[in-house]
């Protein structure tokens, strides 16, 4: 008996196993496709621009906007790191890449607005050295993070996407066509405008402030569209520069008259004038603590503090400004089809 039930459940245990392994053998209709193999996609423009922006970024942030271009190697430098130059078929970026954001923020600051200027660290005697280039088309200077991007040219593809991009902090900034201001009735005058600067406030009649001109780049053979004149009436371009504002000896900062203005609490607006009524296309401007200047602290500014400024809302050629205690340095940047032209005045706003 013992032996049957023993063939019994050793025929069971064989059956079982064999509808086991008929069952695993057979195909499953519904299983769950396979998985496919993973790819590295290409990085999407939002994930590249949530991230901090530095070389290798950079080149996927071209790829992704459909950019062919070819790494040519470093090349001279005008800064303190040495770039790397990329082609972009017959156009070239010059691409400055820093160990952190503070060195390039610093490095930018000695780019002077026009783009044409590179101010140098002090020599060991203490003179500041200044590079002046002649570049052979627009330069158009732009950072973020831990880069510095130089574009010098024309392409209106490569300028739209390092403007959309990038923050542009130098050089040429084409205005747009068609602003009223410089139509056929206003005479093209044959150098730069010069700036007045009015400061009121709310029942105080105007005060005019001392403003000093900067630097200059002009060419009155430009015409309202940023169209060449056939017989203009000079045949030469106007370059000038001169120091930072930091470093401006012309206002008399330890005359305090017609530089201090006081608010008590009030609000005030500046209001900017330009000569001739020849209104720019474009206006920028910027300000630093006027404890920074060489003429108020006594000695050479620091340049480490060039990059110290902080960018003023300007809307009309007015700027609205609140009692905050301070004294402040002014840079305006006004830009034409004629060129371009900078100017710094000053206004402390203590109370009396």
Not at 182 to 207: C, H, K, M, N, W
Not at 211 to 218: N, R, Y
């Amino acid at each position: 008996m013992r032996k049957i039930v023993s063939a019994l459940l050793i025929m069971l245990l064989f059956i079982g196993i064999l509808a086991a392994c008929t069952e695993r053998s057979e195909p499953d209709l519904y299983t769950e496709p396979p998985e496919p193999e993973e790819t590295t996609p290409l990085p999407m423009l939002g994930s590249i621009l949530s991230g901090f922006l530095n070389y290798e970024i950079f080149l996927s942030l071209l790829e992704v906007n459909g950019f062919s271009f070819e790494e040519a190697g470093e090349t001279y430098g005008l800064l303190s790191v040495t770039p790397r130059v990329l082609s972009l078929g017959d156009e070239f970026l010059t691409i400055y890449e820093y160990d952190s954001k503070e060195a390039m923020e610093l490095d930018s600051s000695l780019v002077r607005r026009g783009g044409s200027l590179i101010e140098q660290a002090p020599n060991e005697e203490g003179y500041s050295v200044s590079t002046n280039v002649s570049w052979a088309s627009y330069p158009h200077w732009f950072r973020k993070d831990l880069l510095i991007v130089l574009y010098v040219g024309e392409d209106d593809g490569i300028i739209n996407f390092l403007m959309e991009n990038l923050n542009f902090f130098a050089g040429w900034r084409a205005p747009p066509t068609g602003n009223p201001s410089l139509q056929d009735t206003v005479e093209i005058p044959a150098l730069p405008p010069g700036l007045s600067v009015r400061f009121s406030t709310e029942g105080s009649p105007a005060q005019e402030l001392q403003t000093a001109q900067l630097s200059a780049t002009w060419d009155p053979n430009i015409d309202a569209e940023g169209n060449r004149i056939e017989d203009g009436p000079w045949s030469g371009v106007m370059n000038a520069s001169a120091d930072h504002p930091l470093d401006i000896f012309v206002l008399d900062f330890n005359n305090s008259d017609g530089l201090t203005v006081y608010l008590d609490g009030a609000d005030g607006k500046i209001e900017l004038e330009f000569s001739n009524n020849f209104l720019p296309h474009s206006v920028y401007v910027r300000r630093w603590n006027a404890e920074f200047a060489v003429s108020v602290n006594g000695g050479g500014s620091d340049m480490a503090l060039w990059s110290q400024y902080e960018s003023v809302t300007v809307s009309d050629n007015i700027i609205f400004i609140s009692d905050d205690g301070n004294d402040y340095i002014y840079e305006v940047d006004a830009i034409w089809p004629q060129g371009r032209s900078s100017y710094t005045f000053r206004i402390n706003s203590t109370s009396k």
